[in-house]
């Protein structure tokens, strides 16, 4: 493509052999990691949960996996994460850096700023760097796909977790090397491999979510207190829009406040943005076409569950010029 892509050839989904794929893999790493320990970081997401268990399958207890506390996860998602990879006997460790994460993003509004200052710095130069630090690591395992590298090379967003292709060398910035063992595998190829790895089906087919968590979606200042209406907001949407079978639907929090009436008097809300997508692999999506019935009991959820909602708006606008998340 000469757009920093170039080196990386597609594995489509229609010419992919998961069970090869997996092997090929699984060599790769025992590779890249030599007879040295890496790490792995689970945001709970599948393309993440693909590459610990590919991970764990070439290294066994060399492999050290983590999922850090950023404070900006669904409602209990962390013991929900470690319950899963247990049972799958994969031991998770957590590490709690909401503080950090906070601080980082105190007063940030601007979403790119919000994206390298919340994520990569602290997550990676902080945090892992640490983390690395005190485990010995040499390696770490990243779920970096191709479609996080063609948005980060079109200039679209800066996707967290791509380095080479910004020209960031990650042993000289934070002190270990960086392997991508799906980056040639776009979401439902990803999908494909995880059931072939074994995952089950409520971590294989989970709609996407952001590296940045919730504060992608808080348009605005990410504060503790924003976090939690979202987080709130999430649990609900979630739930309604499970069964729709969409590739992704969520919920955004605005920055201002908007006009609303309580009580008979009038009251300064917050507005909550529900969007939910059909998409194959996220380059293209449309809204789905809800009923009015159903955004209807979603909306009478929201005000009445969340505290100091008094609008809720539906995105119809279809990507592009759109994307799929706000920030």
Known sequence: MGDGTSSIREVKLEDLDADAFIREQVAAIREAVGDDTAISALSGGVDSAVVTLLGHR??????????????????????????????????????DAREKFFAALKGVTDPEEKR??????????????????????????????????????????????????????????????????????????????????????????????????????????????RIEIVRKATRIVEAE??????????????????????????????????????SRDAVTAVPTELSFAHLRRIADRLVAEVPGVVSVTYNIAAKPPSCIEAV
């Open 58 to 95: 070439a290294l066994g207890d060399r492999l050290k996996t983590y999922i850090v506390e950023n404070g900006l996860m669904r409602e209990g998602e962390v013991d929900r994460i470690v319950g899963w990879f247990a049972a799958l006997g994969v031991p998770v460790h957590v590490v």
């Open 116 to 225: 390298e200052k919340g994520i990569t710095q602290v997550f990676y130069k902080d945090v892992f760097a640490g983390l690395v630090r005190e485990s010995g690591a040499k390696v770490l395992l990243q779920g970096t796909i191709f479609t996080d590298v063609e948005e980060t090379m079109a200039g679209i967003k800066r996707q967290h977790n791509v380095f080479a292709q910004l020209g960031i060398d990650p042993e000289a910035e934070f002190g270990y090397r960086v392997t991508e063992p799906i980056v040639s595998l776009r979401k439902p190829a990803v999908r494909a491999v995880g059931r072939a790895l074994g995952l089950p089906g409520e971590i294989a087919e989970r709609p996407p979510f952001p590296g940045p968590a919730l504060a992608a979606r808080v348009i605005g200042e990410a504060t503790p207190e």
């Open 241 to 278: 829009l499970a069964q729709v079978n969409a590739f992704q639907y969520l919920a955004v929090l605005h920055e201002d406040l908007v006009t609303g009436i309580r009580n008979g008097k009038r009251d300064f809300g917050l507005q909550v943005e529900v969007r939910c997508w059909e």
